[in-house]
């Protein structure tokens, strides 16, 4: 739902599933909790996750946390801690724009690893980039990229959005 607000128009960029990240011991709880409110798990195998849907527009896929591993598991659990929570909820954390563009690499980087990054998460990407690039405090941000290793990984995904987007670099 974050990405939408950076298109020129919101309704260029539909909503494909929202993502839930888990522990694997908190499936069957949530997969209950998801039963009750009508959502039916689906068939369609997904590489990244479980899939439910309800309807034919509201899907969730879950994740499992434990497939992501080493620094970047313990850099992601820190991020959360120090993501301040929306007013009155607990569990729900609002990004700042910086650890937002961090996050969103390290999406990248998890959809490119499984094999699931296609041209709509490059998009989402580069209309945030466009949007908020001249905001975001780039030192902190090469700092917190370079000590997940993925600086490197963050240039190329740029490079690539340009050409594919904005014409040749």
Known sequence: YIMRSYYPIKEMQMLS????????????????????????KSE??????????????STIILRNYAKITGKKKKYKKKLLRKVPTVIGHSYIHQWDRNAFYVHLI?????????????????????????????????????????????????????????????GQI
Do not use: C, M, P
């Open 44 to 57: 369609e195998i997904v590489r990244i996750g479980h899939k439910y849907k309800k309807g034919s527009d």
């Open 106 to 166: 390290q999406e990248l980087v998890d959809y490119y690893a499984e094999g699931e990054i296609n041209v709509r998460h490059v998009l989402d990407y580069w209309n945030y980039y466009k949007e908020v690039s001249d905001t975001l405090n780039w030192n902190y941000i090469e700092e917190e990229l370079n000590k997940l290793q993925l600086l490197k990984f963050a240039t190329y995904i740029r490079q690539l959005a340009h050409i594919w987007f904005d």
């Open 17 to 40: 599933a929202i993502e839930i990240f888990i522990e694997e011991e908190q499936l069957e709880e949530i997969e209950f909790l998801l039963e009750r409110i009508g959502y039916e």
